[in-house]
């Protein structure tokens, strides 16, 4: 890499570089956020919109850079390619409703929490939980479905409102499940299907007792697996030098003991002479 551009990489991967981004970020969320108060925008609406685009303008000229900088390598990194996306649906002209995605580069600061230990282990458990969490999910999703299709055949001609259509049985489950107005959706139903609790009773055991539990372990194993994976450098010399100090500890425990064993009998040796 010619000597300059190893500058430019360095600059942007530095710690003053990544505050100066999160600094651009953080005002550029907030002023998305001011931007749906009519009254604001009335009032300072012009300087609003020239500090978009000024901001707009910076990360432009940070992404070209990059490209020009890390080239091939720029599309490698998953936080580019979204940077990239995010700046291209910006400068689209007339992109009403889609400008809120700009907001989206705040979550670009969760690179900034590598440098603590602590949530590295939470990011990394999130990275790790993606493949268990979506088994989980497809298991949700088919329990939730045949739920929902039983949901329909057995109280959509009584209860419309809850269970006619599929759409509206999974809602009403999903309800079921967080305990949202759980006695108001079931007491009416109780009273036209007294058999309607057996149904109720499954449906809570499945989705709120065994299901969500079970996506709530495997997020837990899954940080449990980034703490000891991800284990701090430093911290992990300072363990491995702790337990050779150990052994050798023993092993001059084990040395004196012999030697002491040594001693006496030599000493009984040399009595038995005399």
């Known amino acids: 890499m010619h000597p300059h551009r190893k500058k430019l990489a360095d600059f942007f991967e530095s710690r003053l570089f990544q505050m100066i981004l999160l600094g651009l970020i953080i005002v550029n969320a907030i002023g998305i956020g001011l931007e749906t108060s009519k009254d604001v925008m009335h009032k300072i609406g012009f300087e609003f919109e020239v500090l978009e685009y000024f901001i707009l303008g910076a990360f432009i000229l940070e992404l070209l850079t990059k490209m020009i900088v890390f080239r091939r390598d720029f599309f490698k990194h998953g936080w580019n390619i979204f940077d990239l996306s995010v700046i291209v649906i910006s400068i689209l002209p007339h992109a009403a409703g889609l400008t809120i995605l700009r907001s989206f580069r705040v979550f670009h600061s969760l690179s900034l929490f590598e440098l603590s230990p602590h949530t590295r282990h939470l990011l990394a458990a999130l990275r790790h939980v993606g493949p268990s969490a979506l088994n989980v999910v497809i298991f949700m999703l088919v329990g939730f479905y045949i739920l929902a299709v039983i949901g329909v055949e057995l109280f959509s001609e009584q209860f419309p409102e809850r269970f006619g259509t599929l759409g509206w049985s999974f809602f009403t489950l999903f309800r079921l499940m967080i305990y949202d107005d759980y006695g108001a959706i079931v007491r009416p139903i109780l009273l036209a299907y007294p ?80």
Do not use: C, H
């Not at 079970?214 to 701090?232: G, I």
């Not at 337990?243 to 006496?264: A, R, Y």
């Open 195 to 274: 058999y309607s609790w057996i149904f109720f009773l499954s449906a809570t055991l499945i989705l709120a007792f065994v299901l969500l539990n079970l996506f709530v372990a495997v997020v837990v194993t899954a940080l449990q697996r980034a703490v000891q994976n991800d284990e701090d450098p430093l911290e992990k010399n300072v363990k491995d030098q702790a337990k050779l100090i150990t052994i050798e500890v023993q092993e001059i425990d084990n040395l004196k003991n012999e030697i002491g064993e040594l001693k006496k009998m030599v000493s009984q040796f040399m009595q038995s002479k005399r």
